[in-house]
C-alpha cells in the first residue's frame, strides 16, 4: 500500500504459481485479496483518489479478449464499488 497527500494505493497479486492450464497469464482475485485491499483504501479520507493496482487485466480490448481476464473479477466488482474504487490499473496483456 501507498499513500500519498491525495490518493491511496493498494496492490494486489493476481499471479498464481500453480494454475490448472499452466498458463500464468490467467492471473486470479480472490475474496480475501479485495477484501484486504478494500480495507487498506477504505482508511484514507473520502477525499483521496483510490487505487487499485493489479497484474492481470479486469478489461481488455476486444482484438485481445483470447488471452482471458482475471478469475474472479465479477465477484470482485461487486466489492470493489462498495469500497468507493475510483481506478484500476493492470496489464498483462501479452500478444
Not at 499452466?22 to 478494500?38: N, V
Not at 487505487?51 to 479486469?58: K, S
Not at 474472479?72 to 475510483?86: E, I, P, S, W, Y
Amino acid at each position: 500500500m501507498v499513500q500519498g497527500d491525495d490518493f491511496i494505493v493498494a496492490g494486489v497479486n493476481t499471479a498464481r504459481r500453480w494454475a490448472t492450464l499452466f498458463d500464468q497469464t490467467r492471473g486470479r482475485i480472490s475474496s480475501s485479496q479485495t477484501g484486504s485491499a478494500i480495507n487498506h483504501l477504505k482508511a484514507a479520507p473520502d477525499t483521496h483518489l483510490r487505487i487499485l493496482v493489479a497484474h492481470h487485466p479486469f478489461w481488455l480490448p476486444a482484438e485481445q479478449m483470447r488471452r482471458h481476464l482475471i478469475g474472479g473479477r465479477d465477484k470482485a466488482f461487486a466489492t470493489l464499488r462498495q469500497g468507493k474504487v475510483d481506478m484500476i490499473l493492470s496489464g498483462q496483456a501479452v500478444h
